[in-house]
T-cell receptor, first 110, second 112 residues
Framework: SQQGEEDPQALSIQEGENATMNCSYKTSINNLQWYRQNSGRGLVHLILIRSNEREKHSGRLRVTLDTSKKSSSLLITASRAADTASYFCATEMNTDKLIFGTGTRLQVFP | DTEVTQTPKHLVMGMTNKKSLKCEQHMGHRAMYWYKQKAKKPPELMFVYSYEKLSINESVPSRFSPECPNSSLLNLHLHALQPEDSALYLC???????????FGSGTRLTVV
């Protein structure tokens, strides 16, 4: 089952620019998480935001959550070539049930 | 140790074979998961174990059989698979709902 949809599906930017990815989901959640995946291997957890939080920061990452619109956004500031990867939002609706969105493929050109 | 270790990294098996995927974590995490990911698609949840008990089975065909022998180890037994089962199989673990999941690097399975 798929809970979230992300847009854009693909994003190409130059190094130094900001990248914004959006995620929409369908049902009430406990928390929303963002993950990065390089070259189809394991996923790396980036940030978790709880349903009662509106904004969270971690280094160059900023995540917002709007539960009334059932949407979230991930902002990566001052992008680097090493940020090139697929980014997924994932929602935890019930305990231990983490469902991934469709993903955004980010390409950062040097 | 802050890793989830999956073996093997690659596996090619025939449709009549029986094989197993292994996943190990030593972080004291309570829950462990199996996900399946096809190319250019998001991971799909298959099974969840919590405190070594199967808590979620997302209607996975019986040719996939999970096993949790202890709190650190998770296996996925494979039998009579189909070519469409070829995918990246990801294992993950988590402590609780306040932290994210830790994923292994996956087993790339090809069924011939």
């Amino acid at each position: 089952s798929q809970q979230g949809e992300e847009d854009p599906q693909a994003l190409s930017i130059q190094e130094g620019e900001n990248a914004t990815m959006n995620c929409s989901y369908k049902t009430s959640i406990n928390n929303l998480q963002w993950y990065r995946q390089n070259s189809g291997r394991g996923l790396v957890h980036l940030i978790l935001i709880r349903s009662n939080e509106r904004e969270k920061h971690s280094g160059r990452l900023r995540v917002t959550l709007d539960t009334s619109k059932k949407s979230s956004s991930l902002l990566i500031t001052a992008s680097r070539a090493a940020d090139t990867a697929s980014y997924f939002c994932a929602t935890e609706m019930n305990t231990d049930k983490l469902i991934f969105g469709t993903g955004t493929r980010l390409q950062v050109f040097p | 140790d802050t890793e989830v270790t999956q073996t093997p990294k690659h596996l090619v098996m025939g449709m009549t074979n029986k094989k197993s995927l292994k996943c190990e974590q030593h972080m004291g995490h309570r829950a462990m998961y199996w996900y399946k990911q096809k190319a250019k698609k998001p991971p799909e949840l298959m099974f969840v174990y919590s405190y070594e008990k199967l808590s979620i089975n997302e209607s996975v065909p019986s040719r996939f059989s999970p096993e949790c022998p202890n709190s650190s180890l998770l296996n996925l037994h494979l039998h009579a698979l189909q070519p469409e089962d070829s995918a990246l199989y990801l294992c993950a673990s988590s402590l609780d709902g306040n932290y994210g999941y830790t994923f292994g690097s996956g087993t790339r399975l090809t069924v011939v």
